[in-house]
Nanobody
Framework: QLQASGGGLVQAGDSLRLSCAASGLTFSRYAMGWFRQAPGKEREFVAHISWSGLNTYYADSVKGRFTILRDNAKNTVYLQMNSLKPEDTAVYYC???????????????????WGQGTQVTVSS
């Protein structure tokens, strides 16, 4: 089970940190990712991090502004979001997959487990 939290309403330029707590799986064996879905749009990839935390990958739209981190001792993955823009408004979902392979790591259907989502709204 993945439980995402930390969303909210912020202004453009603000920062927000999302958390995703995992239970019922061996967290340190899973790559973790964040996706987002805006109204009327498909779910899109945001970032992912390897099981060790040593490797990360970002969508071009968030590169340099967002940072994905994990704490295997706490079974938690984070998404630090800085310099937020109105176009970042979406429901953010965390996801887990045991074997992260390329190509395909940015495709939602390649991920095995999903959290319930947390709403992020950025006002201009």
């Amino acid at each position: 089970q993945l439980q995402a939290s930390g969303g909210g309403l912020v202004q453009a330029g603000d920062s927000l940190r999302l958390s995703c707590a995992a239970s019922g799986l061996t967290f340190s064996r899973y790559a973790m990712g964040w996706f987002r879905q805006a109204p009327g749009k498909e779910r899109e990839f945001v970032a992912h991090i390897s099981w060790s935390g040593l490797n990360t990958y970002y969508a071009d739209s968030v590169k340099g502004r967002f940072t994905i981190l994990r704490d295997n001792a706490k079974n938690t993955v984070y998404l630090q979001m800085n310099s937020l823009k109105p176009e970042d408004t979406a429901v953010y979902y965390c996801a887990a997959v045991e074997f992260l392979s390329e190509p395909g790591s940015t495709i939602a259907t390649m991920w095995d487990y999903w959290g319930q989502g947390t709403q992020v709204t950025v006002s201009s």
